[in-house]
């Protein structure tokens, strides 16, 4: 069974420049999840998605955006680019809403360097 | 904002000794999990507890839940080099609507060979 795939691993944009990361949860998986990850902030939720429906967001500006397709593929985008946005971007995928009563499946990450 | 903060944020312990450290969470929760990240990259689940347990083993790990306390420890016995690693906890809330996983700020382990 294929893990969580995330593509790309590297990117690099320049400031105010867009950027689309994309990620392939397990198969038979409806909910995906993002999280942002830096050294000085540790995890934090970006949104969830459950059934192409967004269920949950965390608190980020609106730069920062998600959807999620039929096939349960998700992407998301963050529209002009800062320097602070340079992070490791995780997807995790599972069976109930959230992963919260079930385990999370997380792909390798996407590191994303803002020049 | 982090729900859970990890006690101790690093710790170095000879290969073959215990290794301990303690997850502190703020709000109620349906479980507890914690997982595991090797430099960089994507997560590993180890285990979940729920708000009703008190303990739970895996292999090698030991995991304990004092609601009362709001607190969770992870315990890893006879320490191998593989295990050299960040482990992190990650509450569930009980609200509806809410679903989400929220992330202590991990506990960076090094065991020396």
């Known amino acids: 069974k294929a893990g969580v795939t995330q593509t790309p691993r590297y990117l690099i944009k320049t400031r105010g420049q867009q950027v689309t990361l994309s990620c392939s949860p397990i198969?038979?998986?409806?909910?995906v999840s993002w999280y942002q990850q830096t050294p000085g902030q540790g995890l934090q939720f970006l949104f969830e998605?459950?059934?192409?429906?967004?269920?949950n967001k965390g608190n980020f500006p609106g730069r920062f955006s998600g959807r999620q397709f039929s096939n349960s593929r998700s992407e998301m985008n963050v529209s002009t680019l800062e320097l602070g946005d340079s992070a490791l971007y995780l997807c995790?995928?599972?069976?109930?809403?959230?992963?919260?009563?079930?385990?999370?499946?997380f792909g390798q990450g996407t590191r994303l360097t803002v020049v | 904002s982090q729900q859970g903060e990890e006690d101790p944020q690093a710790l170095s312990i000879q290969e073959g000794e215990n290794a301990t450290m303690n997850c502190s969470y703020k709000?109620?929760?349906?479980?507890l999990q914690w997982y595991r990240q090797n430099s960089g990259r994507g997560l590993v689940h180890l285990i979940l507890?729920?708000?009703?347990?008190r303990e739970k083993h895996s292999g090698r790990l030991r995991v304990t839940l004092d609601t009362s306390k709001k607190s969770s420890s992870l315990l890893i016995t006879a320490s191998r080099a593989a295990d050299t690693a960040s482990y992190f906890c990650?509450?569930?809330?009980?609200?509806?609507?809410?679903?989400?996983?929220?992330f202590g700020t991990g506990t960076r382990l090094t065991i020396i060979p």
């Open positions: 995790a995928s599972s069976l109930a809403q959230g992963g919260v009563n079930t385990e999370a499946f």
């Open positions: 709000t109620s929760i349906n479980n």
């Open positions: 507890i729920r708000s009703n347990e």
């Open positions: 198969s038979g998986h409806r909910s």
């Open positions: 998605y459950f059934s192409e429906t967004q269920r």
């Open positions: 990650a509450t569930a809330a009980l609200n509806f609507g809410n679903e989400k996983l929220t």
